[in-house]
């Protein structure tokens, strides 16, 4: 761990055994010990995942005990942070769980407890207060409010975005599927967009979007503005077509040309095909390009604070003018666990959605 002064100067790395009551110490220095004499030379995916589970709570025990303890010997402004060996345990740790469960293949549906199990841990750990004492959660007593105001800003421009692109990308990915000409039109300008850098593509909002605000009537009413939601909303949306309407082709074409044509033998319509054969059929990889909309907009959805749009990039920028790491990972962490936990839900539902041999035969 890390004590500091204040939330701004770097701290000095301290020892957790040494400042905390050894035997209260003791159980997390043996769990991270076990933990890697389990994990790293297991050959039993079982055991590696045992070892792993092991580590990291032994990592959390130390993070726990080690806090209230340093902070008990320091002034009113100090604080105290997870240092560098906190992280290297927890990469470690966190490698071979992912490692193991790989190994051991599980299904969707148990991917899917095991994410549920996860969070709730998490949930758990940080409702019980027991890591209160941490600069991080600080940041986060200090800001609760706008914490949960900047959430549902970023959840919006990351759902909101995907489900306006899903509404105009099928369409027209449809259409290209049919119609070579136009994809062969649409696709590279699609492609042309996704290569435009993130911020370049934001601040190319601004002004067209301040021109509207200011020349439309009523534009300005309903939160069209050079700064702000609505020039980083619509940058996510002309970033997430190019996936929306690649997997829509790609998925339509995926499906076999014999079902297909025994369709159209059946005296099946263009309209019927599409809903009974071709998107059935392709679903999996039409969820695929939104999963991967998903995921980067989830990301990009940070650069939104840097233009007045809101989001955890909040905090992060905030963090970064205030050279404050603490309040830049208030903004980060929960950025990186909503992109893994979208991508592990995208990933359960195309396995799920995937045809069986039997039923493509």
């Known amino acids: 761990m890390t004590l500091a002064a204040n939330r701004i100067v770097a701290g000095q790395g301290v020892m957790a055994w040494k400042v ?6 003791w159980p997390g220095v043996a769990a991270v010990l076990l933990g890697l004499a389990f994990g790293l030379p297991a050959r039993w995916a079982q055991l590696r995942l ?18 209230p303890a340093l902070l008990d010997q320091a002034g009113e402004y100090a604080r105290v942070s997870p240092a560098m060996g906190f992280w290297f345990l927890s990469a470690i740790f966190s490698l071979l769980m992912v490692d193991a469960l790989l190994a051991m293949a599980p299904g969707p549906l148990a991917r899917g407890g095991l994410l549920a199990v996860v969070l709730g841990a998490m949930g758990a750990v940080l409702w019980s207060g027991l890591l209160s004492d941490l600069s991080i959660l600080k940041e986060y007593s200090a800001r609760s409010d706008a914490f949960y105001r900047e959430f549902l800003r970023h959840m919006g421009l990351a759902f909101g975005s995907l489900g306006a692109a899903a509404v105009i990308g099928f369409p027209i990915g449809i259409l290209s ?3 070579a000409g136009l994809r062969a039109a649409i696709l590279p300008i699609l492609s042309f967009l996704q290569t435009v850098p993130s911020l370049a593509m934001f601040g190319l909002m601004i002004p067209l979007l301040g021109w509207v605000g200011h020349t439309v009537p009523g534009a300005q009413a309903i939160g069209i503005a050079g700064i ?5 909303f619509l940058a996510l949306v002309l970033y997430s077509l190019l996936p929306v309407v690649g997997n829509t082709v790609a998925g339509l074409a995926s499906a076999p040309p014999a079902a297909v044509e025994a369709a159209r033998g059946m005296g099946m319509t263009p309209q019927q095909r599409l809903l009974r054969v071709e998107l059935p059929l392709g679903l999996p990889i ?13 990301g990009l959805a940070v650069i939104a604070g840097l233009i007045g749009g809101g989001g955890f990039g909040t905090f992060v920028f905030q963090g970064l003018n205030q050279t404050a790491t603490d309040l830049i990972l208030l903004g980060a962490l929960p950025t990186v666990i909503l992109a893994l936990a979208s991508a592990i839900v995208m990933d359960i539902l195309v396995e799920l959605t995937r045809p069986t041999a039997k039923e493509t035969a």
């Open 177 to 179: 599927h049919r119609r």
């Open 228 to 232: 702000g939601f609505a020039p980083a």
């Open 286 to 298: 039409i969820l695929t390009g939104l999963r991967i909309v998903l995921v980067q907009n989830i």
């Open 50 to 67: 045992c070892g792993a589970v092991l580590g990291l709570v032994g990592v959390l025990w130390l993070l726990i005990q080690g806090a």
């Open 20 to 25: 905390a009551d050894p035997s209260a110490t």
